[in-house]
């Protein structure tokens, strides 16, 4: 089982990126996905997650201007980030908690990371 972060890339502020994740492998279930970032020098923070049952949330700083989704049946999710700005900066990350066996537990697996670098 592998997640598969992508989408990242140079922007300037005030545009817009879509990160996507995708889940690979033997997978029975999936539970909540979010995504984290790491800026340079920084540690890893939470940005966004949403629940099995498709309620997203956003840390505050992020709200209003990030967009995250799931699409259960493609084993994908997404993070739409509009309005972007330097402090965006950062290698993004997605986690998800995946079910690989149909009779076992959720396991927490993370993506490899995707940079996104916001110009001035």
């Known amino acids: 089982v592998q997640l598969q972060a992508s989408g990242g890339g140079l922007v300037q502020a005030g545009g817009s990126l879509r990160l996507s994740c995708a889940a690979s492998?033997?997978?029975?279930?999936?539970?909540?996905v979010a995504w984290y970032r790491q800026a340079p020098g920084k540690a890893r923070e939470w940005v966004a997650l949403?629940?099995?049952?498709?309620?997203?949330n956003y840390d505050n700083s992020v709200k209003g201007r990030f967009t995250i989704a799931r699409d259960d049946v493609k084993k994908t999710a997404s993070l739409q980030m509009d309005s972007l700005k330097p402090e965006d900066t950062a290698v993004y990350y997605c986690n998800a908690f995946l079910r690989s066996d149909p009779s076992g537990s959720y396991r927490n697996y993370w993506g490899q990371g995707t940079l996104v670098t916001v110009s001035s």
């Open positions: 949403i629940n099995s049952g498709g309620s997203p």
């Open positions: 492998g033997s997978i029975f279930g999936i539970g909540a």
